[in-house]
């Protein structure tokens, strides 16, 4: 099955400055690639997705990035506020059904 | 719509008794997952349904079952309940879209259940 690698743990940065959070994945066959939020004690929740066919995605502050040949992929949020505090999951969809998540990444935006 | 509605939000229970976590989406999606979170920890899959009538094993199926009746409702019952299964329970619904090659696969998720076994 799919397993998904996520990098790193825990990221803290200064308000304002740049966050990159990246997972690799080792399904070649995963084509679907989405990024969830989760503040502390909520459900977690869709920022962002990116397709196979597309090498990069924008939307406002956050972006994600796809390299299919190395299998990695990564979530940059820039202009970082406090407000982006939370835990960051990447995902891999393998087949038609199931989504394989990475650990997760605990980010801290430092006022 | 309320979306994907979870109940109970909280629960202890005794080491060997049962109990069913509720799920219900009113969002006619086809496909219901059900994940467990341990702390500081990511989400593993338990079980999956594509629809009413079909389920399937996730990564840690063991100790759960699930049963899928109609498209609405997606319950997960623990028989045995062992400290083990203290975790938090999210179940999410999910539909894929096309407009193009790839279809998405967006969930949406419950606000969770919070299971304590002592």
């Known amino acids: 099955g799919e397993n998904v690698e996520q990098h790193p743990s825990t990221l803290s940065v200064q308000e304002g400055d740049s966050a990159v959070i990246k997972c690799t994945y080792s399904?070649?066959?995963?084509?679907?690639f989405p990024w969830y939020k989760q503040e502390l004690g909520k459900r977690p929740q869709l920022i962002i997705d990116?397709?196979?066919?597309?090498g990069e995605k924008k939307d406002q502050r956050i972006a994600v990035t796809l390299n299919k040949t190395a299998k990695h992929f990564s979530l940059h949020i820039t202009e970082t506020q406090p407000e982006d505090s939370a835990v960051y999951f990447c995902?891999?969809?393998?087949?038609?059904?199931?989504?394989?998540f990475g650990t997760g990444t605990k980010l801290q935006v430092i006022p | 719509n309320a979306g994907v509605t979870q109940t109970p939000k909280f629960r202890i229970l005794k080491i060997g008794q049962s109990m069913t976590l509720q799920c219900a989406q009113d969002?006619?999606?086809?496909?219901m997952y059900w994940y467990r979170q341990d702390p500081g920890m990511g989400l593993k899959l338990i079980y999956y349904?594509?629809?009413?009538?079909?389920?399937d094993k996730g990564e840690v199926p063991n100790g759960y079952n699930v049963s899928r009746s109609t498209t609405e409702d997606f319950p997960l019952r623990l028989e045995l309940a062992a400290p083990s299964q203290t975790s938090v329970y999210f179940c999410?619904?999910?539909?894929?879209?096309?407009?193009?090659?790839?279809?998405?696969?967006?969930?949406?998720f419950g606000a969770g259940t919070r299971l304590s076994v002592l």
């Open positions: 999410a619904s999910s539909y894929r879209t096309s407009g193009g090659t790839i279809a998405k696969n967006i969930q949406y």
């Open positions: 399904d070649s066959a995963s084509n679907y």
């Open positions: 990116i397709r196979s066919n597309v």
């Open positions: 995902a891999a969809r393998e087949g038609y059904q199931k989504v394989t």
């Open positions: 969002m006619n999606h086809n496909y």
């Open positions: 349904s594509v629809g009413a009538g079909i389920t």
